[in-house]
Structure formats: structure tokens, C-alpha cells
């Protein structure tokens, strides 16, 4: 193992946090999905029970409780919005999936959408189980959606002390949002679990993901097209794939990251540490992005932009910069602390050229008819 110190800026640029804290909490009425005839025991299903307390919840505006001490089974529940002010969700019970051969349809266990102001906490005890073992060693087998907890087009949105598990695929995804912290959080998957990312953030603003604990296959955070001003502070990570920016270019022509603030992380036997990767043949930039103040324990690349994953054999149009990696310090387990593989942007130039050209990585404008 190699002792691994690292203090260097590139391009440095520092992004405020336009993230705030919200007080969970609320004064209305409380409403107990035992009291919608749950059963609780993690066997019957008790989906239709979850909904019916939510809508309840929804309409006049309260906290829906699920209890302690109690396991419900669901599949593809949907909180849906809007709602009255000041929903909150208490969460000291367990949510569980069924198995594989049991599994009903849907995308996601827990659905969120369209909601302002939702309030979810787990006092530490409370949270979901994906019973991704039933799927993991299926690979050919579509899984159950992307992840566990689904976020959708949420604003001022506070998720706390909640315990998310063993996820067929990802854990909690944040899609389309608005201002959201997550606190507190913890995941928890073997590292042989495939692509089971902690967090998966796509077409969202303002996002913080503050002192929690995340264990997984894959990324523990992955920040993808169309987000910015993301923000990560207090988290440790591993083992699993590092905080990643991307991949970019993946799927959309044109996707764009920028003003990423990773601050005072540790990842231990992680495969990465702070990561940007773009795939060839996108389009698109990451760029404002800071990774500082991060402990490494036992890390085979500490600190990588990857211009090249998965290449096909193309070029990228993907536009990496000003990006600053600051104050790494602890070991590295591999020979290549510092990989930076960046592509050169290829140029076209014509003169005096005719014809026409179509389908081009990079594209040919400059021809004349």
C-alpha cells in the first residue's frame, strides 16, 4: 500500500451551497397506516394500505406514520403530490419488497411526486429494504426500476435519518428536483452488488447529501446530465465506486453538469475517489466542479477524469473544466494516484472544400455546396 498526499488546484473555482435546512415537524393530524388495514408482518401485502393513508395525508394536510417495530411488504407505491402544506412522512417502521418470483410490476418500491415542502424522517431506525439478493445474481433479469426511493419534480424537499438496503438496482434516485437535503442517510449494499448506486441525481438543482453513510456496487454518488449546484459534505464512502460526475453523454446529445462542491469526504477501499467520466461519442460539459478536504483509505484511483469510458471508439464533445481537486490526503492501493485522461477535442477545417457530410463526430459545417 503506498501513502498518498495530494494538494493541488486545477482550474480551481469554489461554488456557494444554495442549499438550506428545513425543521421537520408538524402540528396537523396524524395518520397511522395500521389504521388503513396494514398488516405490518413484511409477508401480506400492504401497498393499497400505504396509499390509502397517504391520500388521507394528502388531502388535509399532516404526517403519515409508518410505525416501529412493523415490516410492510410493497410494490411500486406512489406518493403523488400536490398536497397541503406541511406533509410529513415519519418513517420509524420498515418498508420491504418482495422477492424476485413475487414481484407484481412497477418501476420503483417508493414513488415520490410533485411535492412541496414533504418532510421525511426515520429517527435512525426506520427505511426500506430492496431484497435485491433474489436479483443480483440474475443478470440476463430486468430489475425492478432504477432504484428503491424515487424522487420527482420535488422542491424544498428534507429527507433524514433514513436506512436504505440491499437495493435490486440503485437506492435512491432525485429526478427533476429543487432543493432537497438529505441527511443522515444511511445505504448499505455488498460491493458485488451490480450497479446498485447509492444515489443517482439527474435534472436537478440545488441538491445537498450531508453527514451520511453509503456502502455499495457502484457509485455512492453519481451527478448526471442537466444537474447543478450539487453539493456533498460529511459523507463516507465504500467500499463502492467513488463520488462520480457522469457519465456524461451517455444517452442525452448534450448533457451538462456543473458547480459541484464535494467537501470533507472519506472513501475507504473505494475503486475511486473524486471522478468525472464522460463517454465517447456525447456531447455536453462538466465543468465548476470541486473535490477538497477528502481522507483516502485504501483507494485504487484516488483522483481520475476518465474521457474514454466505455469508449466506443469515438470521439467526445464533452467539455471538462475548471476543476479542482485540493487537500487529498491518506493511501492509495493502486500504482496511478492521479489520472487525468482527457481528449482533445478534434478540429475540422475546409478550403476551397464541396460535398456534404453527414453523421460526423465532429461535425463538418464548413463545406461548401
Known amino acids: 500500500m503506498q501513502r498518498f498526499n495530494f494538494f493541488v488546484i486545477i482550474l480551481g473555482f469554489i461554488s456557494p451551497c444554495l442549499c438550506t435546512r428545513l425543521n421537520v415537524g408538524t402540528e396537523n393530524d396524524n395518520y397511522n397506516v395500521m389504521d388503513y388495514g396494514a398488516n405490518g408482518d413484511g409477508k401480506t401485502d400492504d401497498s393499497q394500505a400505504l396509499v390509502n393513508a397517504w391520500s388521507s395525508a394528502c388531502k388535509h394536510g399532516g404526517t403519515l406514520t409508518i410505525p416501529a417495530e412493523k415490516s410492510f411488504m410493497v410494490t411500486n407505491v406512489k406518493f403523488r403530490g400536490p398536497c397541503k402544506p406541511k406533509i410529513h412522512i415519519q418513517f420509524d417502521g420498515k418498508i420491504v419488497a418482495p422477492p424476485k418470483e413475487a414481484w407484481k410490476s412497477g418501476d420503483y418500491l417508493i414513488y415520490i411526486d410533485n411535492l412541496d415542502g414533504l418532510t421525511i424522517d426515520g429517527n435512525g431506525h426506520g427505511g426500506a429494504d430492496g431484497g435485491g439478493s433474489t436479483w443480483w ?54 460491493p458485488n452488488s451490480p450497479n446498485t448506486d447509492g444515489f443517482d441525481i439527474s435534472f436537478s438543482n440545488n441538491i445537498l447529501v450531508e453527514d451520511s453513510n453509503i456502502k455499495s456496487g457502484d457509485d455512492c454518488i453519481a451527478i448526471n446530465g442537466d444537474s447543478s449546484f450539487i453539493n456533498a459534505t460529511g459523507v463516507t464512502c465504500g467500499p463502492g465506486h467513488g ?76 467539455v471538462v473544466s475548471d476543476v479542482t481537486f485540493r487537500g487529498f490526503t491518506g493511501t492509495c492501493s493502486g500504482d496511478i494516484a492521479i489520472n487525468l485522461d482527457c481528449r482533445k477535442k478534434l478540429l475540422v477545417i475546409c478550403n476551397n472544400a464541396y460535398g456534404t457530410a453527414t453523421n460526423t463526430i465532429p461535425s463538418v459545417t464548413c463545406l461548401l455546396n
Do not use: W
Open 137 to 190: 445474481h440474475c443478470k440476463n433479469c430486468k430489475r425492478p426500476g432504477v432504484q428503491v426511493f424515487h424522487f420527482h419534480s420535488c422542491k424544498n424537499l428534507k429527507v433524514s435519518n433514513i436506512m436504505v438496503t440491499n437495493s435490486p438496482s440503485g437506492h435512491v434516485s432525485v429526478n427533476q428536483c429543487n432543493g432537497a437535503t438529505f441527511s443522515h442517510i444511511s445505504i448499505n449494499s455488498p
Open 243 to 318: 463520488i462520480s460526475v457522469g457519465s456524461l453523454g451517455k444517452v442525452r446529445p448534450n448533457d451538462k453538469v456543473s458547480d459541484v462542491h464535494v467537501r470533507n469526504c472519506t472513501f475507504t477501499g473505494t475503486s475511486n475517489g473524486g471522478r468525472i467520466k464522460t463517454k465517447m461519442g456525447g456531447s455536453g460539459y462538466a465543468k465548476n466542479i470541486i473535490f477538497e478536504e477528502i481522507i483516502l483509505d485504501n483507494v485504487k484511483n484516488p483522483i481520475i477524469i476518465d474521457q474514454e469510458y466505455k469508449n466506443f471508439g469515438l470521439d467526445t464533445d464533452v
